[in-house]
């Protein structure tokens, strides 16, 4: 059974940071392209892709958190973190880490085949 559990969520002030983690199992955590997503609760709109990693850890980014966050993955460990500095009101948001066999555009929320619960991120002024 797959499983990708984040923790690592909280409430920061603005211009503060944070470290967010996801715990992959059930899965060859190294052949897999790895992501983070988020969503806004309440308001209607796709989940915004934040960041994604290859299974050979080549990095990408979304232009809004460019030089913010910083995504990385430890094989052994099988984990995905997400470190978020700098943060923004607008980056409030439920965050989720997401697994995927074969990504070829990272930024798209379809091509992933797993998916954690979400943990809520709110940066308040």
């Known amino acids: 059974q797959v499983q990708l559990a984040e923790s690592g969520g909280d409430s920061v002030q603005v211009g503060g940071s944070l470290t967010l983690s996801c715990v992959v199992s059930?899965?060859?955590?190294?052949?897999?392209?790895l992501g983070w997503f988020r969503q806004v609760p309440g308001v209607e709109r796709e989940l915004g892709a934040i960041?994604?990693?290859?299974?050979?850890?080549?990095?990408s980014y979304a232009d809004s958190v460019q030089g913010r966050f910083t995504i990385s993955k430890d094989n052994a460990k099988k984990t995905l973190d997400l470190q978020m500095t700098t943060l923004k009101p607008d980056d409030s948001a439920m965050y989720y880490c997401?697994?995927?066999?074969?990504?070829?555009?990272?930024?798209?929320?379809?091509?992933?085949?797993?998916w954690g619960q979400g943990i809520q991120v709110t940066v308040s002024s």
């Open positions: 059930g899965l060859p955590f190294g052949d897999y392209c």
């Open positions: 960041a994604g990693i290859s299974d050979i850890g080549t990095t």
């Open positions: 997401a697994a995927g066999d074969t990504v070829l555009v990272w930024d798209y929320d379809t091509q992933y085949d797993y």
